[in-house]
């Protein structure tokens, strides 16, 4: 089966740097990807991660170890934009199917 | 190119009719996708096909669900018998892999069954 955690909600302040880490377990892997979703709109792609290591893209950067099924998203000098969910999916092994997790309420403070 | 586009963006149905949604993905794209979606939770994956054939159905779908591609092009939902648990996000998601395996998502359909 598949499993994917994400902490539900975090609070940071307007300038400053979150860690938003995930874990799973699936059957098979063929990659880890981030999306941002602001309220009331659709998910939109962020980063991609199918090697171990950490993939940077601006003010955001994402990381994973496969042996350890982990993953983070970095973001950097944080803006009040940057509120929104952050979504943590993978794709099986196998399939091109795509599991998402519950995704991480991130509330950026001034 | 337009992005993805779906249609209605609102539904609002009655308890027991039956619902169809459309979906236009990337015109080079070749995989598509749906998903439901409630407050608070990730995508739940419904359903995908590539190019005409649908490769995957979730288990957790009922039998009322039924999802069509027939040119490879765009693609519809149906829900038949709307049951008040049904409201929901629904949305569609088209990739290429041959350029990438990021998904491009629509703006969704919003579904109340009162």
């Known amino acids: 089966g598949q499993n994917i955690d994400q902490p539900t909600e975090m609070t940071a302040t307007e300038g400053a740097i979150v860690q938003i880490n995930c874990t799973y377990q699936?059957?098979?892997?063929?990659?880890l990807f981030w999306y941002q979703q602001h309220a009331g709109e659709a998910p939109t792609f962020l980063s991609y991660?199918?090697?171990?290591g950490l993939e940077e893209k601006g003010r955001f950067s994402s990381f994973l170890s496969r042996s350890k099924g982990y993953s983070y998203l970095l973001l950097k000098e944080l803006q009040m934009k940057d509120s929104a969910s952050y979504l943590c999916?993978?794709?099986?092994?196998?399939?091109?199917?795509?599991?998402f997790g519950t995704g991480t309420r991130l509330k950026v403070l001034a | 190119d337009t992005g993805v586009s779906q249609n209605p963006r609102h539904k609002i149905t009655k308890r027991g009719q039956n619902v169809t949604f459309r979906c236009d993905p990337i015109?080079?794209?070749?995989?598509l996708y749906w998903y439901r979606q409630t407050l608070g939770q990730g995508p739940e994956f419904l359903t995908y096909?590539?190019?005409?054939?649908?490769?995957?159905k979730s288990r957790l779908l009922s039998d009322r669900f039924s999802a069509e591609r027939p040119k490879g092009s765009f693609s519809t939902l149906e829900i038949q018998r709307t049951e008040q648990g049904d409201s929901a996000m629904y949305l569609c998601?088209?990739?290429?892999?041959?350029?990438?395996?990021?998904?491009?998502f629509g703006p969704g359909t919003r579904l109340t069954v009162l």
């Open positions: 015109s080079e794209h070749n995989r």
């Open positions: 699936t059957s098979g892997f063929n990659g």
């Open positions: 991660n199918v090697l171990d």
């Open positions: 096909f590539q190019n005409e054939a649908q490769l995957e």
């Open positions: 998601a088209s990739t290429n892999p041959e350029s990438g395996l990021e998904q491009f």
């Open positions: 999916a993978v794709t099986e092994g196998g399939t091109y199917k795509y599991i």
